[in-house]
Antibody
Framework: QVHLVESGGGVVQPGRSLRLSCAAS????????MHWVRQAPGKGLEWVAI????????YYAESVKGRFTISRDNSKNTLYLQMNSLRTEDTAIYYC?????????????????WGKGTTVIVSS | SSELTQDPAVSVALGQTVRITCQGD??????ASWYQQKPGQAPILVIY???NRPSGIPDRFSGSSSGNTASLTITGAQAEDEADYYC????????????FGTGTKVTVL
């Protein structure tokens, strides 16, 4: 069974840091790009970041660029999200998701496996 | 960055058909993927590519695309289909970022 399990969430004060982890099982993490997606209370899904299968390339939403860092340790089958300079608007459930790419007449991209999420609350 | 716009809410009678649309410039370059999210649960993938369903997704779910609009159709909606639905696409501005739609709440009457 393919599983993703997030951890590391909690309550943190504005301006502080937190590191989230996402443990993968049932598949070889090093074969896939990985995403972080978040959802603020009562709001929609927001894409946060993606890291390539080998960790060499990563891309971020403008809302977190310069503050968050996505990384991975394929030897531990684990994905990370280092969150610095946290703001109240970063309060959300954070999900990790597996990246997939397909092609027909053009490329298409999707997230086929999701974790259950970990909750981050930024509050003084 | 691109935006993907969805109607906030739609309703459908039990057993009838409902179409959810997603509009955005990036859809001229990439197919949308669609995700179902029920309260308190993580999203799950229901449609990807031109019209592909992951294993376990009922065939009453289908996808289509034309120009800058992607659609998710539920043919013969069931009570368990009541959920929020989000489209997603890679951004077409060269950033290699991704964008989610604003989400549609589907109510089955």
């Amino acid at each position: 069974q393919v599983h993703l399990v997030e951890s590391g969430g909690g309550v943190v004060q504005p301006g502080r840091s937190l590191r989230l982890s996402c443990a993968a099982s049932g598949f070889t993490l090093s074969h896939y790009g990985m995403h972080w997606v978040r959802q603020a209370p009562g709001k929609g899904l927001e894409w946060v970041a993606i890291v390539s299968f080998d960790g060499r390339n990563n891309y971020y939403a403008e809302s977190v660029k310069g503050r968050f860092t996505i990384s991975r340790d394929n030897s531990k089958n684990t994905l990370y999200l280092q969150m610095n300079s946290l703001r109240t608007e970063d309060t959300a459930i954070y999900y990790c998701a597996r990246d997939r790419v397909g092609s027909s007449w053009n490329f298409y991209y999707y997230m086929d496996v999701w974790g259950k999420g970990t909750t981050v609350i930024v509050s003084s | 960055s691109s935006e993907l716009t969805q109607d906030p809410a739609v309703s459908v009678a039990l057993g009838q058909t409902v179409r959810i649309t997603c509009q955005g410039d990036s859809l001229r370059s990439y197919y949308a993927s669609w995700y179902q999210q029920k309260p308190g649960q993580a999203p799950i993938l229901v449609i990807y590519g031109k019209d592909n369903r992951p294993s376990g997704i009922p065939d009453r779910f289908s996808g289509s695309s034309s120009g800058n609009t992607a659609s998710l159709t539920i043919t013969g909606a069931q009570a368990e289909d009541e959920a929020d639905y989000y489209c997603n696409s890679r951004d077409s501005d060269g950033s290699q970022n991704y964008v989610f739609g604003t989400g549609t709440k589907v109510t089955v009457l």
